[in-house]
Antibody, heavy 119, light 107 residues
Framework: EVQLVESGGGLVQPGGSLRLSCAAS????????MHWVRQGTQKGLEWVSA???????YYPGSVKGRFTISRENVKNSLYLQMNSLTAGDTAVYYC?????????????WGQGTMVTVSS | DIQMTQSPSTLSASVGDRVTITCRAS??????LAWYQQKPGKAPNLLIY???SLESGVPSRFSGSGFGTEFTLTISSLQPDDFATYYC?????????FGQGTKVEIK
């Protein structure tokens, strides 16, 4: 079964750091582009970061310089290092897969992990 | 950044109705548009990619159309399982952005 499972969420103080992980299974992880998408409580979806199969990375302005996406293909794992967190980063964070050769959009999502930034 | 605007924000409809949701991009995105369905407490689910391609396993009552800046998602005959929030999303260039969502409610 194709699956993504996030972990690492929790409560962190403003200015703090957190590292999210996403474990992939059921597909050849190294062949797919991977992304993080977040959703604030009762809010819409916001794309957070992307990493291509060659390790190229992309971020929106809201997190650039604070968040770092990385991948470890031998462990079938995706990561998101989040620094200098603010209340505005409070959200459910999803990892999501994109199938690059068909231009699929996010075709597989994890169940999400909650990040709460509060003192 | 490319802005995605959905309309309406909320839609009240009955089982069996034909439903259409519109998504407009602030500049041309060719066909690089996806539609998602999301139910409360769950991750989004891909319905349509490349504006009109139906994702595997998605019922054929869902269809997408459009090119450039204007797109539509149509549900040909609304079913009880379709009451949810729907999002469009462009992937023409980074940063990828989503529409604000359309909640489909029971009339």
């Amino acid at each position: 079964e194709v699956q993504l499972v996030e972990s690492g969420g929790g409560l962190v103080q403003p200015g703090g750091s957190l590292r999210l992980s996403c474990a992939a299974s059921g597909f050849t992880f190294s062949s797919y582009d991977m992304h993080w998408v977040r959703q604030g409580t009762q809010k819409g979806l916001e794309w957070v970061s992307a990493i291509g199969t060659g390790g190229d990375t992309y971020y929106p302005g809201s997190v650039k310089g604070r968040f770092t996406i990385s991948r470890e293909n031998v462990k079938n794992s995706l990561y998101l290092q989040m620094n200098s967190l603010t209340a505005g980063d409070t959200a459910v964070y999803y990892c999501a897969r994109v199938t690059p050769w068909i231009g699929s959009g996010f075709d597989i999502w994890g169940q999400g992990t909650m990040v709460t930034v509060s003192s | 950044d490319i802005q995605m605007t959905q309309s309406p924000s909320t839609l009240s409809a009955s089982v069996g109705d034909r439903v259409t949701i519109t998504c407009r991009a602030s500049q041309s995105i060719s066909s690089w548009l996806a539609w998602y369905q999301q139910k409360p407490g769950k991750a989004p689910n891909l319905l349509i990619y490349k504006a009109s391609s139906l994702e595997s396993g998605v019922p054929s009552r869902f269809s997408g159309s459009g090119f450039g800046t204007e797109f539509t998602l149509t549900i040909s005959s609304l079913q009880p399982d379709d009451f949810a929030t729907y999002y469009c999303q462009h992937y023409n260039s980074f940063p990828w952005t989503f529409g604000q969502g359309t909640k489909v409610e029971i009339k």
